[in-house]
C-alpha cells in the first residue's frame, strides 16, 4: 500500500482546507478517508439512529498536481483510512500560506499521513512543516460497511433558501425542541416547524428552484400537496453552520416521513447529507 | 408593528423572568414581569407605537413564558447588524383560552408563531402613592449610565439619599473593601427636574435592581422616585427608532434594616389586587 500526492496551487490548498473544514464540522469526531484512482471520499461513520450520515467525493485530479496511489491489491486498488478530520484540518490549516505540500502513508509509531508543508521563507534555507495525522487503516473486509448511501426515493426536491436565514431561525427553533419537520411540496414551498405542548413555530419560504435531477418518474401531480419528514434538528442545523464553501446550490430532497437528503454541488466537490427521519417521541 | 426588533429589545430588559404577565387595554399593552415579591418591571407599549392597534373589549389579561416569546420575536436573528432589513410583526389574540399569535415577516420570509397562554395569578400592587412622592428626580440618561457602570457590584446594597440640601443625589456602596459615593448636583445641565422634600436615605438590593440596567442602557431619560414607604420607582423613557417613546417602570422596595431575605419587613403589606 503507498499512497503519495502534491499540491503546489495555493488555490488547491485553500480549497482543500475548506472541504476538510467542512467534513470536520459534520462528522462526529473521525470518518473514513477513501482513495481511489481518480476519487477521494470522505465518509462519515455515525450509525446512531438519528445519526446523519456524510459522503463527501471530491475528483482527486482537480486539486491534487501529482497523485500516485497503489491499493491493498491490484483489483482493489482503494485504501480505507479511518481518521479525525480535525488533525487533517489543522494541517491544511497550517498551510494556508505554503508554497506546496505533499501528502504520503507512512508508517512512524501508528500508521499515519504524513502532511509535508513547504513554507515560504525569508532566509536561504526552506522552512518546512510536518504534521502526522494518525490513521488506521481499514481491512478490506470492512469495505462494504462504508458504500455510498442508497438515494432514497423523494417526491419533492427544491433548492434551499440562502442558508443565513435558515441558520438563524433553526439556532431559535433549537430552543423550542429538538425535532422539527421540514416539509416542501412542488410549488417551491418549503416550511420547517417546531412543535411542543406550549408552542408553535413555523417558517414558511416561497418562490423556491425546482431541480430535475432528483426525481425519478412522475413528479407528484397535486403541486400543493406537502411532504415531510421529522428529523433531528440540531444535525439540520449543524448542517447549516458547517458550509465553508461558498455552495453554487443547496438542495433539499424529501421522502416523505422517511428522509431528508441535502445535496450541495461545487465545480469539484460533492457533499451529501442523510438525515433520517425520527419516529414520533 | 413595523420593526419587531423595537419589541424584543424593550420586551429583553424584562426578560428576567421565565414569565411576564400582558395586559391588554384599549390604550396598549403593558407587560409586567415581578421577582421575588420585592421587584416589579412594567413596561407600557401604548398604542401609538404600533401602526395599527385594534381591541375591542374592555380587557384582557393573560401569562406567558417568556423565553418563548424572545424566541419568537428574534426568529430572525436578535441582533440589529441588519440595517434596512425590517422585520414586520403582527400579533393576535382572539380571547380567553386561545393563544397568542405572532406573525413576523422578513425578505419574504415569514414565521407564524402560536404560543399557549397561562392563567395569570395576582401580580403585585406596589401602591406607590404618587401623591406621596416625597423625592423626584428627572436626569438624561447618560448621567446615570456612568454611574451605575461606577458603583461596586460586589456590593449587596445600594443606598439612594436625596436631599436638599447638598449632597442633593447621593448613591452609595458598602462593601469589605470599603464604600464608594457619587453625588450629583441638582444645578447640572443633565438634570432636569429635582423636588426634594425632606431628605431620605434608603437601601435597595443590587442583585434586585441589576434587571434594571439593561432598560437603562436603551433609555434617553430616567426618573427615580421614592415614596414616604421609601419605595423606590424607577422609569426609563426610552426612544423607538422611529422616533415614539415608550416607558419601562421598575418598583422596588427598599431594604429593611431587619435580617428579612425579601425586605418586605412589617410596614409593607402587599396589597394582592390587580391593577
Redesign the interface.
Known amino acids: 500500500m503507498r499512497f503519495r500526492a502534491k499540491v503546489f496551487e495555493i488555490s488547491s490548498i485553500h480549497e482543500l482546507e475548506k472541504v476538510v473544514s467542512t467534513v470536520a464540522k459534520l462528522v462526529n469526531k473521525t470518518c473514513i478517508l477513501r482513495l481511489c484512482k481518480d476519487k477521494v471520499y470522505f465518509i462519515s461513520v455515525d450509525r446512531t439512529l438519528s445519526g446523519m450520515q456524510v459522503w463527501c467525493c471530491l475528483q482527486q485530479a482537480k486539486f491534487f498536481d501529482e497523485y500516485s496511489l497503489e491499493g491493498v491489491t491490484a483489483e482493489a486498488n482503494e485504501i480505507y483510512l479511518e481518521l479525525a478530520p480535525d488533525n487533517l484540518m489543522r494541517a491544511f490549516r497550517s498551510a494556508h500560506n505554503a508554497k506546496s505540500i505533499k501528502i504520503k502513508l507512512a508508517k512512524k509509531h501508528v500508521p499515519c499521513l504524513t502532511v509535508e508543508i513547504d513554507l515560504p521563507s525569508r532566509s536561504l534555507s526552506a522552512r518546512s512543516l510536518v504534521h502526522d495525522v494518525p490513521v488506521h487503516v481499514v481491512s478490506r473486509r470492512l469495505w462494504k460497511d462504508y458504500e455510498e448511501p442508497a438515494m432514497p426515493a423523494c417526491q419533492v426536491s427544491v433548492e434551499l ?1 440562502p442558508l443565513k ?1 435558515l441558520k ?2 433553526l439556532e ?2 433549537k ?2 425542541s429538538h425535532i422539527v419537520t421540514v416539509s416542501a411540496n412542488n410549488s417551491g414551498q418549503l416550511n420547517i416547524k417546531v412543535e411542543t ?11 423556491l428552484a425546482q431541480p430535475n435531477m432528483f426525481l425519478r418518474g412522475d413528479r407528484e401531480p397535486d403541486a400543493d400537496k406537502f411532504f415531510s419528514v421529522r428529523v433531528d434538528i440540531k444535525k439540520l442545523a449543524l448542517f447549516c453552520n458547517s458550509q465553508h464553501i461558498t455552495p453554487q446550490r443547496v438542495i433539499c430532497n424529501v421522502a416523505d416521513k422517511s428522509m431528508l437528503h441535502l445535496y450541495f454541488t461545487h465545480p469539484c466537490t460533492t457533499i451529501q447529507c442523510f438525515l433520517p427521519g425520527t419516529a414520533a417521541s | 408593528m413595523a420593526n419587531a426588533k423595537n419589541m424584543a429589545i424593550i420586551l429583553k430588559s424584562l426578560h428576567f423572568k421565565d414569565v411576564a404577565t400582558f395586559f391588554i387595554t384599549e390604550n396598549g399593552l403593558k407587560v409586567t414581569v415581578e421577582d421575588c415579591k420585592c421587584i416589579q418591571a412594567n413596561a407600557y407599549l401604548k398604542k401609538n407605537l404600533f401602526d395599527d392597534f385594534q381591541f375591542n373589549e374592555e380587557s384582557l389579561v393573560f401569562k406567558l413564558n417568556m423565553n418563548i416569546l424572545m424566541d419568537c420575536l428574534t426568529i430572525f436573528g436578535s441582533n440589529t447588524a441588519n440595517v434596512g432589513v425590517a422585520t414586520s410583526l403582527e400579533m393576535r389574540y382572539v380571547g380567553y383560552g386561545f393563544p397568542l399569535q405572532i406573525i413576523l415577516e422578513e425578505n419574504g420570509v415569514i414565521t407564524e408563531c402560536s404560543i399557549k397562554t397561562l392563567e395569570s395569578d395576582e401580580i403585585l400592587d406596589f401602591e406607590f402613592c404618587n401623591n406621596e412622592v416625597v423625592n423626584k428626580i428627572i436626569m438624561k440618561s447618560e448621567f446615570m449610565k456612568e454611574a451605575f457602570s461606577e458603583i461596586d457590584v460586589s456590593s449587596e446594597l445600594l443606598e439612594i439619599a436625596m436631599s436638599p440640601e447638598p449632597p442633593y443625589f447621593k448613591l452609595s456602596t458598602f462593601s469589605s473593601f470599603g464604600s464608594t459615593h457619587i453625588e450629583y448636583p441638582k444645578d447640572s445641565d443633565m438634570v432636569e427636574v429635582f423636588q426634594c422634600t425632606e431628605t431620605t436615605k434608603n437601601k435597595y438590593r443590587t442583585a434586585l435592581l441589576k434587571p434594571s440596567y439593561k432598560a437603562l442602557a436603551l433609555s434617553s431619560k430616567v426618573s427615580i422616585r421614592t415614596d414616604n414607604r421609601g419605595i423606590l420607582s424607577i422609569q426609563y423613557m426610552i426612544r423607538t427608532d422611529d422616533g415614539q417613546n415608550c416607558f419601562i417602570e421598575f418598583f422596588c422596595s427598599p431594604e429593611e434594616e431587619v435580617d428579612d431575605p425579601c425586605g418586605i419587613g412589617d410596614e409593607q403589606e402587599p396589597n394582592v389586587a390587580r391593577e
Open positions: 433558501p436565514t438563524t431561525v431559535k427553533m430552543n423550542i405542548d406550549l408552542v408553535s413555530v413555523a417558517t414558511f419560504f416561497r418562490h
